[in-house]
């Protein structure tokens, strides 16, 4: 897809384009290359002494059990956050997709999250179940429930599942309301003529028409849950109790920011910038296609 | 672009009134925020005032790690700040940066200012000088692990207020009375690594690590799940269990626990004071750390927290001149007693607690002393004088990482501590081998 | 409606009933917080119906801080929020708006180079090479400007697509008009592009403005001094790094100061916030 008319200027593209080149080059592409020449390098904290160690942070890391346990609670985490966040943002889009009256009010009292920042997101949570002032604490232990997500890992990770989807509710919400409105309202028509209950027409006729839409949340609510929910972490539980929380991309702020381990951080930046673009290729991949449905 | 054309201009404007003046700034990046901020600020003011040439501009950077990476990376960029305030678990990575620090002993020798590092307590000295004796950071707040109760739980528990705890059998023992009477949370500790691995192994005078616990070399080796530590480890992780130990999180938050009355026993900073003071609605009394009292030779002496002042290299000697001349008004035993009754800091030289101690302040402040008299009970041995391991805000880490596990029940203390030292070692080298 | 079973209407709008509760319980318990001293939220449960402190609360945060934790006036990190969430999108749509109209318009040497180039950065997010581009802005002297905290934000791959599908739809007629009646490109831009764009722009602008005002890792490595921090910073600085209790009733108060700008601006640019979210994602 080419325009037919274009303009003729030896050097007017060139500076329109500039101003956006240049801020790739020096804030996205050097610190790139930065991130793997750096993963090759042991550092002081101070940058004072530099050698190149080669492999070595790379082979440390996969060595070092804890990393590879970092993997798995991000898996599990952006799991919990994509499959949890999309069933509840479904389900409430197809019962506002159902109403007549109050469509909208709901629209927007639902959509509002979406403007909260992930570390507020956090804040409200960790307050609502804080371990001794919490309201939603105070709740759970009059249930018997033993709360307290400081030392209780699976406890933590709820919470930050929680708080994650909770913010990302509306976005998944729009997306699916938008998907069930442009449904053509005959099909379902058709197969209630034929007898089909709402439930029967919902999965079959409704879920595999939204699979689109489905599928294209599923790789953005993932990407969220991967890079997004920092915020999250951050302000309620550090990466911990132990390292029940400690998503990939924590451990590189905490290595890196923290800890003052340059090598180490870079290397693990190289191996989720890898991560990312075998994510962005799925994405792209799938609008390709989508652009043909 | 404007905005910095106009920061270089501000920047210029700055410089050359600073010149019209004839005063030489002196930044100084900390980490005390709201009272101790107000208590750090009025120092400054004094010595200001007090004369013409040089002015202290100290600056509030967020918490100790932050100040230490903010300080770190302004390095890196060439504006560093003359004097930085640094944790001490960050003493040896400012150690082995030498080419960007200056050791205070220096800076006052050429500066010809009064510096006596034996007017310091043992156990100050030998945490910020190097092997050969050279006090290398100046410093400035210090603190120790302290054990308070709350007296009216204890009564109600039918227990005696005035007699806490001495022992971790007693500590057991009134856990469960208090427990009995119908107290949620019995005991709980704020910086669980501090307490229960630092200053356990001090006060038990056994190793955290070898090589005088790190202070002989980066080469050192963590030694921390000897059977002494396994077993007080594994004698938490069962109070955990046993609903005796409640865990609070890896900072202060511990603090918050005791002073609203929610726990009965708690181990926290002798900084914590201050708060409680505020806050507590209750009667409340601070004491030693409870031990082992089958331990030969406990309790030993605590080891202590806190901060000290490092002098950033690379600056102007007419700076460092006035870095020489606040340190040495820093020195004053007046202005450290000022420092240590306005903030609950223990007092670190001689002088300043004997004139503490005469002023009275110990009479109207009960218990005021303790931190000081725990840090000196006995003279610091190579096990209690400090420790110095390098990344140990990432040691750190793994070691909480650890003790988590262990009281959440998901591991057994001798592997915990087996890991941690693993763990631990894998750091330690990494730190080795880039500070070759 | 397909057919009318009242007892599914009714659960629908039970459902959704629940669902907006649910989602809005958070925010009123933070509002509450917002109103009660300190003594009261400390209090087990805490009381859950406003307090009487709104006013006190609310002019402590503003005019300095919480009193344990980080004493700087929320105001000024109201300010620079907006700075920030200004500047983004200004900035965004600047640079991405001439840069496709430039590889849209024209053909030059390196037309699809600059294209790719732009495109690879979606796979470049800010998380994975903190460190090195924090070296970056140390090196540039940029820590602690507003140059720094928002110029590395505002290269996006996604404003620039969105803008070249948009003038891919825009007939060619009207370039080939501009061109008969002698018009130059930079004419032929403003005059007839970006009165075409209001749209696109207005959408990107209101899902960029919360994209900048909820920012959180980069103004956590970049504001390290008190007068540049953001609201959202200034929250996660009220909490740690005190020897006492949390004042929560301040922190939810500034909380609320955090959340209210954006979430205005959502609900009331819903239209363009709906159409920009869908668009800049597709």
Known sequence: MEKRVVFRSAWLPYVLVAPQIVITILFFFWPAVQAVWFSFQLQDAFGLKTQFVGLQNFTALFKDGNYLESFKVTALFSVLVAFSGLAVSLLFATMADRVVRGALAYKTLLIWPYAVAPAIAGVLWAFLFAPSIGIVTYVLKGMGVDWNWIIKGDQAMLLVVIASVWKQISYNFLFFFAGLQSIPKSLIEAAAIDGAGPLRRFWTIVFPLLSPTTFFLLVVNIVYAFFDTFGVIDATTQGGPGQATNILVYKVYHDGVKAADLGGSSAQSVILMVIVIALTVVQFRFVERRVQY | MKIKNLAIAWLTFGLLSANAHAQTEIQWWHSMGGALGEALNGLANKFNAGQKDYKIVPTFKGSYPESMTAAIAAFRAGNAPHLLQVFEVGTATMMAAKGAIVPVAKVMGDAKEPFEPKAYLPTVTGYYSDLKGNMLSFPFNSSTVMFYINKDAFKKAGLDPNKAPRTWKELIAAAEKLKASGQQCTYTTSWPSWMHIENFSAWHNVPIGTRQNGMGGFDAQFSINSPLHVRHIAMLGDMSKKGLFTYAGRTNQGDAKFSSGECAMFSGSAGAQAGIKKAASFDWSINFIPYHDDVKGAPQNSIIGGASIWIMGGKKPEEYKGVAKFMAFLSQPEIQMEWHTSTGYVPITRASYDLTRKSGFYDKNPGADMPVRQLTNKAPTENSKGLRFGNFVQGRTVIEEELEAVFAGKKDAKTALDEAVKRGNEILRQFEAANK | ?282
């Open chain 3, 1 to 282: 409606m397909v057919e009318n079973r009242p007892w599914l209407n009714f659960l629908a709008h039970a459902v959704l009933i629940a669902g907006v509760l649910a989602v809005a319980f958070p925010l009123y318990v933070t509002f509450v917080a917002s109103t009660l001293s300190f003594k009261e939220i400390m209090q087990v449960p805490m009381p859950l119906l406003p307090g009487s402190h709104l006013v006190e609360n609310y002019s402590q945060v503003l005019s300095g801080g919480t009193t344990t934790g980080s004493k700087a006036a929320v105001s000024h990190m109201l300010v620079n929020s907006l700075v920030m969430a200004l500047a983004i999108p200004l900035g965004k749509i600047t640079i991405s708006i001439i840069a496709s109209f430039a590889i849209v318009y024209f053909r030059f040497p390196l037309r699809m180079f600059f294209f790719w180039m732009i495109f690879v950065t979606l796979m470049l997010p800010v998380e994975v090479r903190i460190i090195p581009t924090l070296q970056v802005i140390t090196d540039l002297k940029m820590n602690n400007t507003y140059a720094g905290l928002t110029i590395p934000l505002i290269a996006s791959a996604t404003a620039t697509f969105l803008f070249r599908q948009f003038f891919m739809t825009v007939p060619d007629e009207l370039a080939e008009a501009a061109r008969v009646d002698g018009a130059g490109p930079m004419r032929f831009f403003w005059d007839v592009l970006m009165p075409l764009s209001k749209t696109t722009m207005a959408a990107l602008f209101v899902i960029q403005f919360i994209y900048g005002w909820n920012q959180y890792l980069w103004p956590l490595l970049v504001a390290t001094d008190e007068s540049m921090y953001t609201t959202v910073i200034g929250i996660k600085r009220m909490i740690v790094g005190s020897d006492a209790a949390n004042e929560w009733n301040l922190i939810m108060a500034t909380a609320i100061l955090a959340m209210l700008p954006p979430a205005l601006v959502v609900v009331l640019m819903q239209k363009w916030f709906v159409k920009g979210l869908v668009e800049t994602e597709k």
